[in-house]
């Protein structure tokens, strides 16, 4: 194994994590910024979709190489 890789298995699930939680602190920020309720749902909802999708394919690529 590389030291290259090694690094890599051991930074990428923080930087995973910390994505995921800037994302839904950011949500959660950005919610209580607007008045109106069907747009901060609107707004998390969007935040989270796009989360999701940021994980996913960081999940995908991980289940790819193995």
Do not use: C, H, Q
Not at 13 to 41: E, G, H, Q, R
């Amino acid at each position: 194994m590389k030291w290259v890789d090694l690094i890599r298995s051991l930074v990428r699930p923080y930087i995973a994590v910390a994505t995921i939680t800037v994302i839904l602190v950011l949500a959660i920020i950005l919610a209580n910024k607007f008045a109106s309720a069907d747009m901060a749902k609107l707004v998390v909802t969007f935040i989270l979709a796009t989360g999701a999708t940021i994980v996913g394919f960081y999940y995908g690529e991980r289940a790819a190489k193995k």
